[in-house]
């Protein structure tokens, strides 16, 4: 079996136990699998935390002005994420066009997936920063280590 499908799998049931056992959300029901197939790259978490960070700080100033509650905010939030992902992808793989070595392209930092910042901005929102960093990441070693245990540690 595929290693994204049974980190993703993980990731929901662990998101799940998290939220009924502590009443905390991890940044999204799928964001713990992702994270904990690039726990060797903490460069691109760390960037994939700060373009969530900064959708939550674009839309929490937008709504300073607009009436943004509900889907309305969801679908920002999310979309917001997408956009600065994108733009971030965009300036990162700028110097590295024309270079055809394969290891650039493996060593290059990036964003992880393309909803996750969105859906962590989201929870920034609902339940405050350092709430949905501590369940994010716990969550994500949870899973990490049950990929370590079931024998599907995924080295990159």
């Known amino acids: 079996m595929d290693p994204l499908t049974v980190a993703i799998g993980l990731g929901l049931v662990v998101s799940l136990l ?6 905390l959300a991890a940044g999204g029901m799928i ?15 760390v960037l994939t935390l700060a373009v969530a960070l900064a959708a939550y700080i674009v839309v929490h100033y937008v709504s300073r002005f607009a009436i943004i509650y509900g889907r309305r905010r969801i679908v ?18 700028i110097p590295a066009m024309g270079n055809t070595d394969s290891a650039t392209a493996d060593t290059a ?22 709430e949905t960093l501590g369940t ?17 540690e995924v080295v990159r």
């Not at 998290?18 to 009443?23: D, I, L, V, Y």
């Open 136 to 152: 994010v990441l716990t969550a994500s070693a949870v899973v990490r280590l049950a990929l370590i245990v079931i024998g599907m």
């Open 18 to 23: 998290f939220t009924e056992a502590f009443g």
């Open 31 to 45: 964001v713990p699998g992702y994270f904990a197939l690039n726990f060797n790259r903490p460069l691109d978490i």
């Open 109 to 130: 930092i990036a964003v992880i997936g393309y909803i996750v910042p969105g859906l962590i901005a989201l929870w920034f929102d609902r339940q405050g920063l350092f």
């Open 76 to 93: 920002l939030m999310l979309l917001t994420g997408f956009v600065i992902g994108h733009c971030v992808r965009m300036l990162l793989t």
